[in-house]
Nanobody, 121 residues
Framework: VQVVESGGGWVQAGGSLRLSCTAS????????MAWFRQPPGKEREFVGI????????IYADFVQGRFTISRDDLQKMVYLQMNNLQPEDTAVYFC???????????????WGPGTQVTVST
């Protein structure tokens, strides 16, 4: 599954952003899709995953109810709605097909270019 992320930007603490992931490939509907992020100077980390049928959603502990993943299989899109953003959410965000469940989610790649999210105080 090839992907391109978009929707990032600059926001003040407490604000919201909605990230989009445009996917291609005839087998998109067969895969769980996950969001990862890479904060500056740190390793890439798991954010959340949505199952192939959209019914199962699992999030990293740091999300604490602030983020919501959704998918539209007809449009081959995956979304990450992020509310109450904090400076520690500053990162490049990536989506990818994935397998497994938190904390052992394995990205299948290939990685897209990512989209930068910057949260200021």
């Amino acid at each position: 599954v090839q992907v391109v992320e978009s929707g990032g930007g600059w926001v003040q603490a407490g604000g919201s952003l909605r990230l989009s992931c445009t996917a291609s490939g005839d087998d998109f509907g067969d895969y769980a899709m996950a969001w990862f992020r890479q904060p500056p100077g740190k390793e890439r980390e798991f954010v959340g995953i949505i199952g192939w049928n959209g019914e199962v959603k699992i999030y990293a502990d740091f999300v604490q109810g602030r983020f919501t993943i959704s998918r539209d299989d007809l449009q081959k899109m995956v979304y990450l709605q992020m509310n109450n953003l904090q400076p520690e959410d500053t990162a490049v965000y990536f989506c990818t097909a994935a397998i497994g469940t938190s904390p052992d989610v394995t990205p299948l790649g290939p990685w897209g270019p990512g989209t930068q999210v910057t949260v200021s105080t």
